[in-house]
Structure formats: C-alpha cells, structure tokens
C-alpha cells in the first residue's frame, strides 16, 4: 500500500486510531484524526495526538470532513451506519479499518483468531506457544496492542497472532491471514447487529479472502470455514480431528494425546482452547514436546475460569469475563463437579431460562445477584435451590455454606457487569476479594 503524499482520516481517538495515524505518518501521509465524543472528555488525547503533529477534531466539527481524503480508517467501536462513518465514506476513495491498514503494510505471516469466547485465552496459548517452540511471536488486535502498533514497530517476528473481533471485520477488505481460528458462535452484540445473522456473518468474513495453503481452524459443530482446508475440534462431540475424553486430547490423525488433566486450565471449554492452539502448533511445525511445556506452564487470562483459591476442598474460579449466556453454558459444561454457581449482574434482555435443563444437570444451588437477580430465581428456582445476595461479598458467604469438599464455587455471570461495576474486570477483582475475605471466617 502506496500512503507516500495521500489524505488519511484516521475516525476514532482510542488506542487504535493512534496506532493507525502513527502508522501511517511513518509511511509518508497526511493524516488528520476525528472522534465525535466532546472534546472536554477529549482533551488528553488533543494533547496526544498533537504530540505526532496530528489534529484532532472533536464533537459535532467531527461530523462534517469538508475535504476529500484517499482513505479514511474507521476504529473497530465505531458502527459503520454512525453518521461520523457515513459522513466519511461520502468523502473517501476508500474506507478501511485498522486491521486491514496494518495488514496492507505488514509481512510478517499473520495468525487470527475469533469466536464469541475463548478468543483472549487461545491468542495467548497460540502465542506462548509459538515462543515456547523456539519461534518469536506477538500478541495484538483486540487482546490488546493493535495490529498496527507491532508493524510501526518494525519489530522481527516470525508470527504476529491476532484476536479479531467482529466489529474489527466488518472492515477487512484483502486481509487474509495464513492460519484462521474459528473457536464458537452465539447470540451476541444484538445491541450492534440488526440480528443474529447479521453478527454470525460479520465473523464469518476471517474466511473472506481465501488463498491456496492457508488454514481454517474451526469448532466442528459449526460448519464453518468450508472453502479452506480445515482441520475441526470439539469436546463435546466426536468427529472432529481433535476431540477430548478422559481428561486427554486426542489427534487420531497422528494417534498422539495431550494430557490436558495436567494443566491449570479448568473445563472442556478450555480443553477446546489448548484443542485449536495445537491445530495452529502442527501447522506450522512446532513439536508436541515444546507446545506441552507452553500448556502446562500456561496460566488463565485473569476472569476467565480464573483459580482464585481453595478452601477446606471447595474451589472457587472467577469467570467474570462470562458476559453472555454462552460464556455461562460453556463454563457449567466443562466441569464435573457438582458446582455451586453465582450468576447474575445486568439485565440486558437475555433469555437465562434456555439454560434451566443444564442448571438442573449441574449445578446444586444458585446465588442470584443484580438487576436480573429475581428473573434468574424465577427461572430456575423449580430445579434448584436460589438465593438471592445483595453484593459479592453476601454471594461468597452464601456459596461457601452451600458447598461441600470436592465442590467448585464458581463466578460465572452470563452478563455484563454494568449495573454494579465499572466492567468485568472490576466485577472480578470484587469476586476475588469477596473470597479473600472467607479465609477468616
């Protein structure tokens, strides 16, 4: 990509949109930087961007460019149908997201992964991996550091492994990475989509620009990925080229098996999590013997079935992160114990009843928390025992008299947090806390 003497708008002040004006300042454009928000709210990254010799324009100014651009760059969090967006299509030779910016301008063989969970915790894996092997790899994209902070950084690696989001696919035009992962679908961001359908498709563009040699990793109940060579997973059904029992991973392909009963990993959704990290291992050649160490050694991203301690035999996991039903149904059914579950937090129109056959199979009793507090205990009160607790700190107290030795107390809200804390982050901390605070009783 040719950006020597072009106009580039850069829509959107976060992390992303510094990453991609920077990127595109070092390879000889103009760049100029728009974010609607109000430039009160603004003003530190006024300050930041000018540090680059960037304007940026805030507020309502921001919605109306009043020149042509060659390519405008729309950050992930910013809708497409936005009237900022709309605004600068109007106005540009072409529109394009972060993702496919940094792509245009990178060589070094990319690996992405995406699905409704799991995407944090494999791109890790992946990446530990890869660097346990011998190889030198990057995380980036929607974990963390965008996509186009590692290629401005023009740092030698031999994989960068990218989590992409849907909203950072919507965008993509060319981008094609040598290895795509496909961990699950399920019904989320309906606040983004106009349905179901809308958001499955926005995914399924990772397989939009397939190219000879290149990878479809994919859940095998999905379907997904048909135009690309394929290898499947799945824990929960057999057929796939890796499929889990007993507590050990199988390629029948090879005959080998990973150990999984071995890690600090917790639950056959993670099983499925180390099933795709050695789908990516085996493809780009990396040994059993290195990848086993990088698994073993492996520890959770924090708030995802998170080990937070043990006490007197009952162990607690904070799964925080679990902001959908799906998160919440993958958590219950990757473990055998019996499970005392705290769940519960914003209403946000979800439908917790479909969960009541796999609560009545699982778990002992339910502490309730939240706005959706009292629908939970409607729904499953008839198969299992609810209560109802004020705060996090009632919740644990509640759980831990509930359990017994060789029960898992587990944190696993099905929604967002926005109703009690800031995020899910800050929902986890408190849940960590609220069990810290047990070891004196």
């Known amino acids: 990509m040719e950006l020597t003497g072009k106009k580039v708008a850069v829509l959107g002040a976060g992390g992303s ?8 300042i070092s390879h000889g454009a103009t760049v100029a930087v728009y974010d609607s928000g109000d430039e009160s709210r ?4 006024v300050d930041r961007f000018a540090g680059i010799g960037v304007v940026l324009t805030c507020g309502e100014e921001a919605l109306s460019p009043g020149r042509k651009f060659d390519v405008t760059v729309i950050s992930p969090g910013i809708d497409e149908r936005w009237p900022i967006a709309q605004a600068f299509i109007e106005v540009s030779d072409e529109f394009i997201g972060e993702i496919e910016l940094a792509d245009r301008l990178n060589d070094i063989p990319v690996i992405a992964v995406t699905g409704t ?5 494999t791109t890790s894996l992946i990446t530990d991996m890869i660097n346990g092997g011998g190889k030198h790899a990057v995380a980036a994209g929607n974990i963390g550091r965008p996509y186009s902070d590692v290629v401005l950084s ?7 492994v990218l989590e992409v989001s849907s909203f950072q696919l919507e965008t993509i035009r060319s981008f094609s990475p040598e290895v795509a992962v496909w961990m699950n679908f399920a019904p989320d961001h309906l606040d983004r989509y106009e349905s179901l359908e809308d958001y499955r498709q926005a995914k399924l563009r990772i397989f939009k620009n397939a190219g000879e040699g290149k990878l479809a990793v994919c859940k095998l109940e999905d379907n997904v990925g048909g135009a690309w060579e394929r290898k499947t997973f799945s824990a929960f059904a057999e057929g796939g080229d890796f499929r889990y029992k007993g507590g050990l991973i199988h390629h029948d392909a090879t005959s080998r098996s990973f150990d999984f009963s071995k890690a600090d990993l917790q639950g056959k959704h993670n099983a499925e999590n180390v099933m795709a990290a050695l789908a990516v291992a085996d493809r780009i050649g990396l040994e059993w013997g290195a990848v086993a ?7 959770a991203p924090a708030h995802r079935c998170e080990k937070v301690g043990e006490i007197d035999g009952v162990l ?18 990757g473990h055998e114990n019996p499970i005392v579950l705290i769940a519960g937090g914003k209403q946000k129109g979800l439908n917790f009843d479909q969960l ?7 778990v002992k009793s339910v502490i309730c928390i939240g706005e959706i507090a009292d629908d939970i205990s409607k729904f499953w009160s008839p198969v299992v025992q609810c209560q109802v607790a004020s705060n996090l700190n009632e919740a644990a107290r509640l759980a831990v008299g509930e359990a017994e030795r060789g029960d898992i107390v587990l944190f696993s809200p099905g929604t967002s947090s926005y109703d009690m804390f800031s995020g899910y982050e ?3 901390e408190a849940f960590k806390s609220a069990v810290n605070n047990l070891h004196g009783l």
């Open 356 to 362: 009541t056959e796999l609560i009545r199979e699982k």
């Open 293 to 299: 160490k990088a698994v073993l050694s492996f520890e």
């Open 154 to 160: 023009g740092q030698s690696f031999d994989w960068i």
């Open 42 to 45: 603004l003003a530190s990254a």
């Open 17 to 24: 949109g510094f990453a991609a004006a920077a990127l595109a």
């Open 316 to 333: 607690f996991l904070n799964d925080s992160k679990s902001t959908n039903l799906h998160s919440l149904e993958s958590a219950l059914a």
């Open 117 to 121: 969970n799991g995407k944090t915790t």
């Open 426 to 428: 800050a929902r986890g």
